[in-house]
């Protein structure tokens, strides 16, 4: 599909992939209601506000459409300033249609055509009537809410061969002028929809393309949509990508990965992304987590909330009616995930007693009480360990191997543990309860006189 045409909602949740609220957000609670979908933030910690700039439904000079949305938040009070819309289709043939997925980044820019300085660029997706052959253009503010515009698309596609096109920037501004590089999806070039990166001195005349490195420790295909920000102590950039495949008859994806990798191996389109935790229905509940943006400073920076990252997303399900922007924040501290056994005792199939296990969300309209502690599952793959995913079949929620969950609703990764004994762990057992057909784990071997299945890996007893 055309993915600068998505449609988003207002069904969201707040959690750290640590498993506690962000912002102490009750599960299930949104960031804010707004009608319609909402979706690819761009989001700047500016003093003791955070200032959020998205895709948003909204009208537009031919009607409803994609817009560009703008409201803050004062991060001690956690208090919402009202929803402005700050940008529309235009004129030019090449953004009658939509404009969306912003990415805003601060500087010394000047614009051209009128000579005028700003403090505010804003790079954003945008396309015509025929939907298709999107490109990149550019505006300026000194403000964040008053936008002008630079008449023409200042990235196009390497092809105008009737795809998706290029959008979806993220930029990082190198020397605090107008020094950029801009990572940005281009559907045209033969390889795929692939991020590519280029370089800017001047915000508006951008290098060759250089094509990004989707190598990653966790051996998964990644997709082109993602967001970038650079630590300048590590000289790492971190990302959140989204990663593949979807769901049959999905129209998003349900999973993202957090990664980093050294600048240098990332601007060559080199290296290896180092995966550090994911975003996905067992952690959020949503069925679907998507066009993701990281919380970072206004040059592009994620200093401002290392050593923790904060990843803000559309949460929702299949439905465009139900996005809106949700947020989960990575905590490298421990490196683990708490693994967890709840009962409920009329959730399942037919009302019957059902058994969840899970790092992070639990359904609560089932009335879970947590039963036990399993053990503790690593964020990111170690040598010697194996994946170990959330599924769901229909009402029986399980814990397996296969990535694709044995032919049931993929959830995506729990986790990772050992395949074989090490130090520290204990067999982790998939079991199942004949009578219900309800799946649970368990650390006896005779699964708490139920049947064993089989022994899904070695979990760790301690963080």
Wanted: glycine share 10%; hydrophobic share 40%.
């Amino acid at each position: 599909m055309n993915r600068i045409h998505k449609a988003a909602a207002l069904f969201i949740l707040g959690l750290a992939l640590t498993a506690r609220a962000d912002y102490q957000l009750p599960a299930g609670q949104p960031l804010f209601t707004r009608l319609g979908y909402n979706y690819g933030p761009s989001v700047i910690a500016d003093g003791k506000t955070e200032k959020f700039w998205w895709c948003g439904f909204g009208l537009g000079p031919s009607g409803l459409t994609d817009t560009i949305q703008y409201r803050y938040r004062d991060r001690s009070t956690g208090q919402w300033s009202s929803t402005v819309q700050v940008m529309v289709p235009g004129t030019a043939s090449w953004d009658s249609a939509f404009v969306c997925d912003p990415s805003v980044v601060t500087g010394n820019f000047i614009n051209p055509e009128d000579g005028t300085a700003y403090v505010y660029a804003m790079y954003y997706t945008a396309t015509d009537a025929s939907q298709v052959n999107n490109r990149i253009g550019v505006a300026f503010s000194n403000d964040g809410i008053t936008w002008v515009k630079y008449s023409q698309p200042v990235i196009s596609p390497q092809q105008m061969n009737g795809s998706y096109g290029a959008g979806q920037a993220s930029t990082y501004n190198f020397n605090g002028r107008s020094g950029l590089y801009i990572f940005y999806t281009d559907t045209t070039t033969g390889f795929g929809n692939r991020v590519f990166v280029r370089k800017t001195t001047d915000g508006v005349n951008f290098s060759a393309p250089v094509l990004i490195s989707d190598e990653n420790s966790a051996g998964l295909s990644l997709m082109s949509n993602a967001d970038f920000a650079y630590d300048m102590v590590s000289r790492n950039f971190y990302a959140v990508r989204e990663t593949i495949p979807s769901r049959l008859g999905d129209r998003e994806v349900f999973q993202l990965m957090l990664a980093r990798m050294p600048a240098a191996d990332l601007l060559a389109g080199s290296g290896q992304w180092e995966t550090l935790g994911f975003v996905n229905p067992a952690l959020t509940g949503f069925y679907m987590n998507h066009n993701p943006g990281l919380l970072r400073n206004g040059f592009g920076q994620i200093n401002i909330s290392l050593p923790n990252v904060v990843v803000y997303f559309a949460g929702g399900t299949n439905d465009p009616a139900t996005w809106n922007l949700a947020s989960a924040t990575w905590r490298p501290v421990p490196a683990t995930l708490v693994l967890t056994r709840y009962y409920s005792a009329a959730c399942g199939n037919g009302g019957m007693p059902e058994r969840t296990v899970t790092v992070g969300y639990v359904a609560p309209w089932c009335s879970y009480r947590a039963e036990k502690v399993l053990g503790y599952l690593d964020m990111a793959p170690a040598a010697g360990e194996v994946a170990l995913y959330g599924c769901m079949a229909s009402q029986d929620q399980f814990l397996s191997r296969d990535s694709q969950c044995e032919g049931q609703l993929a959830s995506g990764v729990m986790g990772y543990l050992p395949a074989t004994a090490t130090a520290g762990t204990t067999p982790l057992y998939r079991c199942i309860n004949s009578a219900s057909g309800d799946h649970f784990a368990s650390l006896d071997a005779a699964c708490e006189g139920q049947t064993t299945e089989s022994v899904l890996g070695y979990i760790k007893l301690g963080p």
